[in-house]
């Protein structure tokens, strides 16, 4: 494999070393070295035993986040094309081309590591980076903004439970405290458990298990965000966030059965969207565990820290947002319930809405994999399927960029994940015009507004088609 790139303004070529009789591993094997005590990795259909790597990974837990399994998309997304380089002298084997087990194998893209447009785009972002000396990782603001929502976060939480005794108000403080911890979601565990907030991975990985502070598992959302969605957007089956049961009350792909209900989800989902965070927090995050899946995807171990950060922070989140009230509030236990569904819904549509108008709408790809070839494949390179797959709105504007945690730069996103969001409209024009250059739409909504329009019309239209055309974009 070769791969041309540019570094320090020095062209160069990543080209593996000529190896000869490379052991061979079936994806079952390569699944058994699955900790970060024992870490295999795929990547472009080589095996590499990065056991040793792990400690001094700069981005952390991230390297075993996948371990065992095939890590070519996340792998490539979060390293600059000079970290190829080093790839070599860990690789141990490749996989076996003969090995038929389709439970152990992940879509294959059109392109995967020499996608033209990925290379040259990349490319660019990182010169920009490193003509203007910028850590792509770290903002200074970011850290001021998490300070201020932080702190806002155990204020209205004293505010909602113990200050004052008056429904009225401390509902108006419950609604304060659930969008506040959208917020805690969406600016500072969103880019820590992307790796996308420090140079010291321990404070990334701090500022990732904030999630755990308002109640809903880091490790779960990892397992399902980090390793599945952004792998597999809006591809059927393969990407957790538009899965679906034979029956189930939501239908967002052309290829999912549908049910007489579904010509009025665009109706009944909008208040049904509050639950989200109650549903994360008191069911989904122990239905993963027990079963060991997220939709069809299969989580990884858990290492003895993510147990005890688990049940440590659930253990947390009852003692203080039920056994200190029950303790010490003026309110009785039926007005207590009110606020906290309060703040939780406020919290469930806050996140729902923005990230569904994400990719979720009428202008966004959704696709469904083709097994003519013996595994699942789909007719586009990786990046290029990002970017169609996804929908920007509001970009310019520095207040959105605030409110939705860099949420409204969803293409650079997901071409970029370990950047950190404050660095998305620095990147914006030079991601815009790649994607002209190689033919590639990208879209974006005009405004916030818009965006949710093209969500629920898209619900609209879904619920009421059989499968079509659409399912190949």
Not at 14 to 22: D, F, H, M, T, V
Not at 81 to 108: F, R
Not at 146 to 165: D, G
Not at 264 to 283: D, E, R, S, V
Request: proline share 4%; net charge neutral.
């Amino acid at each position: 494999m070769t791969i041309d790139y540019t570094h320090d303004g020095v062209a160069s070529t990543i080209k593996a070393s000529p190896r000869e009789a490379l052991k061979k591993y079936s994806r079952k094997e390569v699944a058994l070295h699955e900790t970060p005590k024992d870490c295999w990795l795929v990547i472009d259909g080589k095996v590499y035993d990065v056991t040793k790597w792990v400690p001094k990974h700069p981005g952390g837990s991230l390297i075993h986040v996948r371990a065992g399994q095939d890590s070519t998309y996340l792998f490539n997304s979060y390293h600059p094309l000079y970290v190829w380089k080093l790839l070599d002298q860990y690789c141990v084997g490749e996989i076996d081309a003969s090995d038929e087990d389709l439970s152990m194998t992940n879509v294959e893209y059109l392109d995967t590591v020499k996608e033209p447009f990925y290379l040259a785009l990349k490319e660019r972002v990182e010169a920009y980076f490193h003509r203007n000396k910028v850590n792509p990782r770290v903002h200074s603001h970011l850290f001021i903004k998490s300070a201020v929502i932080l702190a806002l976060y155990l204020f209205f939480y004293y505010l909602m439970f113990f200050q004052v005794q008056n429904p009225i108000i401390s509902s108006i403080y419950a609604i304060a405290f659930g969008y506040i911890s959208a917020h805690i979601a969406m600016n500072i565990m969103h880019d820590g458990n992307h790796g996308a907030y420090s140079t010291w991975p321990w404070f990334s990985y701090l500022m990732g298990i904030s999630s755990d502070l308002i109640g809903a598992s880091s490790y779960i959302w990892r397992q399902q965000h980090i390793i599945a969605h952004h792998a597999y957007t809006n591809v059927n089956k393969f990407d957790p966030d538009i899965r679906a049961n034979d029956v189930d009350i939501r239908r967002v792909h052309l290829e999912q059965p549908r049910h007489s209900f579904h010509a009025y989800q665009h109706i009944y989902l909008w208040p049904l969207y509050g639950l989200m965070t109650l549903k994360a927090i008191w069911f989904d995050d122990f239905q993963a565990l027990i079963t060991g899946k997220i939709g069809q995807g299969i989580i990884a171990k858990m290492t003895p820290l993510e147990i005890l950060v688990f049940w440590g922070s659930k253990l947390s989140y009852v003692v203080y947002i039920v056994i200190l009230p029950f303790l010490y509030s003026n309110y009785e236990i039926s007005t207590m319930v009110k606020l906290y569904i309060l703040s939780q819904l406020v919290c469930g549509w806050t996140l729902a809405i923005l990230f569904e108008i994400s990719h979720v709408v009428e202008s966004a790809t959704f696709l469904t994999v083709d097994l003519n070839k013996g595994v699942p494949t789909v007719p586009y390179g990786w990046a290029a399927m990002q970017v169609c797959a996804s929908t920007n709105y509001n970009t310019g504007s520095t207040l959105w960029l605030h409110l939705s945690g860099g949420l409204i730069y969803q293409i650079e996103h997901h071409l970029f994940p370990g950047v950190c969001h404050m660095h998305y409209p620095s990147i914006q024009p030079i991601v815009e015009a790649t994607c002209k250059e190689f033919n590639i739409p990208y879209k974006r909504h005009a405004s916030f507004f818009a965006g949710v329009k093209g969500h629920f019309t898209h619900l609209k239209q879904v619920g009421l088609k059989d499968m079509d055309l659409r399912l190949a974009g």
